[in-house]
């Protein structure tokens, strides 16, 4: 089993900023990448920012620049510093782990955590 759990959303003004966190725990032998994604009321599931275990980074384009996922490998635990927030960053954000067990990768979610971003 791979618990994977999100903290640190709520309500922040336009301009403001937010550190959401992110760990994965239970019984898997590695992390390979972390993620978070994004779900705004009526709009697809997006990608925000992943992190592979190796340190490379993507990101959307709608966040570059104002966003930054970092990690800390002994903890499975990554982070996204969320500066500038607009209101267009409205949304459930979740994390996902791809985790090894045995000899497979899954992907693994949380159950999201909400950040709202008022005008």
């Known amino acids: 089993q791979v618990h994977v759990v999100e903290s640190g959303g709520g309500l922040v003004q336009a301009g403001g900023s937010l550190r959401l966190s992110c760990a994965a725990s239970?019984?898997?032998?590695?992390?390979?990448?972390m993620g978070w994604h994004r779900q705004a009321p009526g709009k697809q599931r997006e990608l925000v920012a992943g992190?592979?275990?190796?340190?490379?980074?993507n990101y959307a384009d709608s966040v570059k620049g104002r966003f930054t996922i970092s990690r800390d490998n002994a903890k499975n635990t990554i982070y996204l510093q969320m500066n500038s927030l607009k209101t267009e960053d409205t949304a459930v954000y979740y994390c996902?782990?791809?985790?090894?067990?045995?000899?497979?990768?899954?992907?693994?979610w949380g159950q999201g955590t909400q950040v709202t971003v008022s005008s």
């Open positions: 239970g019984s898997f032998s590695s992390i390979n990448s």
């Open positions: 996902a782990a791809a985790a090894r067990i045995r000899d497979t990768f899954s992907s693994y």
């Open positions: 992190i592979t275990s190796g340190g490379s980074t």
